[in-house]
């Protein structure tokens, strides 16, 4: 099985997904159909005919849409048995089950209720259609309706009060998601799909939804599933599933322009273009280009000053995106479609990573993809590549021009699936077997995976089935299955699922389900190897952090043996030498502060208390004074004690006392998850769902976190007093040019003594004199003295949630929702991740208790009316360089539009105010304060 990536590699991307379209395209077509359906399809509540209603014959390909007059009209249906659906924006979908002959043309009318459907139709949770009560699994759906009449920045954002749902927003147009906590900056831990397509960024792993081509314009619905998905999805989907399905052209022909402009200089335009040539070639072209002012840092504000400190350039508040996307399907038969599209995008924007904020300069994102589905038979072939462009990290160093190092990242992943569903038993008893390959390729040129760069492939196989069974009409039962292998950990992972749907009565279900799931450790958790950033120490000096990958972990044995740390001042002959702990040489440090000192003195600078104002000639004079010393000092051999402190935030390197910790080679986490639900629907207007899970997870891998014990000479003040003491003493005897300098500042030989030793304690007790390294070596050159970030499993967690939701289509035209989230704990210390070293900690980096309730009135083809409110309670954040606090905040967002179809047939105009009481908040450290957004759209479709 190992040699089929390489084989890979040979056939090449482009050619291997030829090859799957040519076996895609031996499918046999079927023989022409002679039965036809016409219908008209109307507004329920005043009988007006509805402009471009989709019907579909469900299970098929075959659909229209209905014209001016509100009629539609599918030729060449097969004989027999057959479901209509019928659905429109801001509609309920409704079906019909019918009956037609060989030769028949039978008329089906349908009205439909104004509304959002409250039992839609889903396709993630189980990999297979069925409808959201019947799903073994918590699931939410946004439809089309939802998504077009809010006018968000950005697709993602339109998810920003579903249940469930983390999200910070970092910038205009910049998300960080999770499902139910564990979010992260550069956050891959849900699973993103656009139309069946791993949506994240190849090796890095990472979701960057700028880039993502699902705009609000071409998505037909979201559907969002809480809890692991390892057992249909495999590694890493053990938080939920995302999923931006977009609109066919067959299902959604026509143009659609909009346009939006707003505040902070923003300006948005989409555009999609949909057709059918002839009877069976459907095709597709979008396209949106998005520029703005990103949220600025406000440099008197403590937190943001902290979060520029490092940046070696000044930040780019500029923010563009472009993407541009294509897709081409074909009929073969009735119950066959080949689909097979392709796109590109490019971002200009800054990002926050685990190992600091990136500039992403026309960072460059493309794929290219095919599907099959026949019947029950699914199968498509992908490819994500990246290209970063001139992509830079802000805290690191420039380079002899003057230039950031760059980030190069041309990284690929090659996917392949294949699918099949049957059904036996009177179809109460149904199975779902599939397997898929992985194949991601990182492409760094050394800059993000260093010495890594020709060992970081990683191929994985995954085989899972499932089994759904109707044991009776009230009780479901479905078993699943997946096992899951990689190059990397040779042990076969397994993810089993069991759920049980009980249904009352129609309308109603519970729920109860066990998942096992997996996460392997990804691409930059194992092989992560980069400059991370330049970390001031205090005193103008700098060290430099590296961002490493645990693949095959860290030791500190040496230290341990030796209590020897590298010395990390710029001190020739001693910087990057090993030096014990507790015998730091005062001498080399005293010269250090006496030239800086004396460089002071001579330049006008400010003088420590208790000096008095000096002349320039008492300047010189104590400048000379000081280096006088040097030779005597370093001939003392005096040493001081250094105390290891582990850094904590981005400035602060007065973090918790701790000694190093061994970082075992990662494994991945493990996580089984208890869930119980109950969804219902109470006279067809009221949506109720309470979902409680309980979690425990094995080996849970942290975020990039600083591992390298620093080394802070506490004691330098004092051991530096004792030492000069004497020696003043002795140059004032026995030079009465010191003596009469000495009378002159009032001083004697001990308060001078002090004042130079309390100078040295205030420059250097807080600077780190050095850096424990760990016994593999953080460089090319076994000499660099260099701290690290790094990321380590940790041994078990634990925590609960609930939660629950309310929806009410209180009249055809007025709907009010709200739901409510909450989880047992944000912030796991080493005893409850059953560790022993004090300074492990896991955040959950999201509120443990998050609150959102909106209302919406609509008027089709006229007037809409929405607001809604959110509310996250504050939260700790520990992940990588971003170390703090999240205050609670609470949002107020309204919107409103109007439909003027029956003036100019496809015009509609929006308007949004997101944060409209404008309450200066920060959804995530590190990230800018958001204030107010407001934004108005103008859509036409034709």
Not at 201 to 206: C, F, M, R
Not at 662 to 691: C, H, M, W
Not at 781 to 810: E, K
């Amino acid at each position: 099985m190992l040699t089929t990536a390489p084989v890979l590699r040979r056939i090449g991307p482009l050619r291997l997904l030829s090859l799957l379209a040519a076996c895609m395209l031996l499918v046999p077509a079927a023989a022409a159909q002679d039965a036809t359906i016409v219908g008209t399809v109307t507004d329920a509540q005043d009988g007006q005919p509805l402009i471009g209603a989709n019907v579909i014959l469900d299970g098929t390909t075959q659909g229209t849409a209905t014209d001016i007059d509100g009629e539609y009209r599918i030729e060449d249906v097969a004989p027999g048995e057959h479901t209509l659906a019928f659905s429109y924006t801001g509609y309920q979908t409704t079906q019909r089950t019918i009956t037609v002959a060989a030769g028949e043309t039978m008329t089906v009318d349908a009205a439909l209720r104004a509304g959002i459907d409250l039992d839609p139709v889903v396709v993630t949770a189980s990999r297979q259609a069925e409808k959201v009560l019947d799903a073994p699994a918590s699931v939410s759906v946004l439809s089309a309706q939802e998504i077009e009449r809010d006018v968000a920045p950005s697709s993602v954002s339109v998810l920003r009060t579903t249940t469930g749902v983390d999200i910070a927003e970092t910038g205009v147009q910049r998300s960080e998601v999770s499902l139910r906590g564990f979010n992260n900056a550069f956050s891959g831990a849900t699973f993103v799909l656009t139309d069946y397509r791993q949506s994240a960024v190849p090796s890095l792993g990472a979701n960057v939804y700028s880039i993502m081509p699902g705009m609000t314009l071409d998505l037909e619905r979201i559907e969002v599933v809480r809890g692991p998905g390892s057992a249909l999805y495999g590694a890493g989907v053990d938080a939920g599933v995302i999923h931006f399905i977009t609109k066919d052209p067959f299902t959604y022909p026509g143009t659609t322009v909009a346009v939006s402009g707003g505040e902070r200089s923003l300006f948005d335009g989409q555009l999609r273009h949909a057709g059918v040539v002839g009877e069976n070639l459907g095709y597709k072209i979008t396209g949106a280009y998005t520029r703005a002012d990103d949220w600025e840092f406000d440099p008197d504000d403590p937190e943001d000053a902290s979060a520029i400190a490092d940046d070696i350039v000044p930040r780019d508040n500029g923010f563009s995106k472009y993407n541009v996307n294509g897709l081409l399907q074909y009929r073969i038969n009735d119950e066959t479609l080949l689909s097979a599209n392709a796109g590109f995008s490019a971002l200009n924007a800054t990002v926050l990573t685990g190992i600091g904020t990136v500039q992403g300069d026309n960072f460059g994102y493309s794929y290219g993809q095919l599907r099959l589905r026949s019947g029950g038979f699914f199968a498509q072939a992908f490819l994500n590549r990246n290209n970063a462009g001139d992509s830079f990290v802000y805290a690191t160093d420039l380079d002899q021009d003057g230039v950031p190092d760059p980030v190069v990242d041309n990284s690929v992943q090659i996917n392949a699936q294949a699918q099949y569903d049957f059904s036996t038993w009177n179809e109460r008893q149904q199975f779902i077997v599939g397997a898929d390959f992985e194949n991601t390729e990182p492409d760094t040129e050394g800059t993000i995976n260093g010495r890594n760069e020709d060992d970081d492939t990683i191929t994985e196989y995954g085989a899972y089935v499932q089994s759904a069974t109707d044991l009776t009409e009230q009780l479901d039962v479905t078993l699943a299955l997946r096992a899951d292998y990689n190059n990397i950990d040779s042990d076969l992972q397994i993810s089993p699922r069991a759920a049980l749907v009980f249904k009352p009565v129609p309308g109603h279900s519970l729920r109860a389900t066990y998942n096992r799931a997996f996460s392997s450790p990804g691409t930059n958790s194992l092989f992560l190897d980069i400059p991370a950033r330049t970390v001031p120490l205090g005193g103008g000096y700098t060290l430099l952090f590296r961002g490493r990958g645990s693949v095959d972990g860290f030791t500190f044995s040496n230290f341990r043996e030796t209590r020897s740390v590298a010395f990390s001042l710029p001190i020739p002959g001693l910087f990057g030498e090993q030096v014990p702990l507790d015998a730091i040489p005062v001498g080399p440090i005293y010269g250090l502060v006496a030239n800086q000192f004396a460089e002071t003195l001579r330049s006008g600078g400010d003088l420590p208390d208790p000096l008095p104002p000096l002349t320039p000639e008492q300047r010189e004079g104590l400048a000379q004074v000081l280096l006088g010393l040097v030779p005597a000092v370093q001939n003392a051999g005096t040493t001081t004690s250094g105390v290891l402190t582990l850094p904590r935030g981005e400035t602060n390197l007065f973090g918790d006392l701790a000694e190093p910790v061994d970082i075992d080679p990662l494994q991945p986490t493990t996580s089984q998850t208890i869930e119980a639900g109950y969804k219902g629907v109470f006279r067809n207007r009221i949506l109720f769902g309470i979902d409680g899970y309980v979690v425990s997870k094995q080996d849970f891998v942290g975020p990039l976190v600083i591992e390298s014990p620093l080394a802070l000479p506490l004691g330098l003040a004092g051991d530096l007093t004792r030492t000069l003491a004497p020696i003043i003493e002795q140059a004032a005897a026995g030079d009465p040019q010191v003596q009469g300098f000495l009378q002159s500042l009032g001083l004697t030989p001990e308060q001078a003594a002090a004042l130079i030793g309390e100078a040295a304690g205030d420059e250097l007790s807080g600077t780190p004199v050095g850096v424990v390294q760990p016994d593999q070596p953080l460089a090319d050159d076994p000499n660099t003295v260099a701290g690290f970030l790094a990321y380590r499993n940790f041994g078990t967690l634990s925590y609960w949630g609930v939660d629950a939701t309310v929806q009410v289509n209180a009249t055809d035209r007025i709907s009010v929702s709200s739901n409510v989230s909450v989880v047992s704990d944000d912030f796991f210390d080493n005893e409850e991740l059953d560790e022993n070293d004090a300074s492990l900690a896991v955040a959950l980096n999201a509120p443990t208790l998050k609150v959102r309730g909106s209302a919406s009135y609509a008027v089709p083809g006229g007037v809409s009316v929405n607001v809604s409110g959110r509310y996250n309670e504050g939260f700790p954040v520990l992940s990588g360089p971003y170390v703090g606090e999240v205050d609670s905040y609470f949002l107020l967002d309204v919107g409103a539009g109007y439909d003027f179809t029956r003036y100019v047939p496809g015009l509609r105009f929006d308007v949004s105010v997101q944060n409209a009481l404008d309450n200066r908040h920060r959804q995530y450290v590190g990230a800018p304060q958001l204030g107010r957004m407001a934004i108005a759209r103008l859509t036409y479709s034709m």
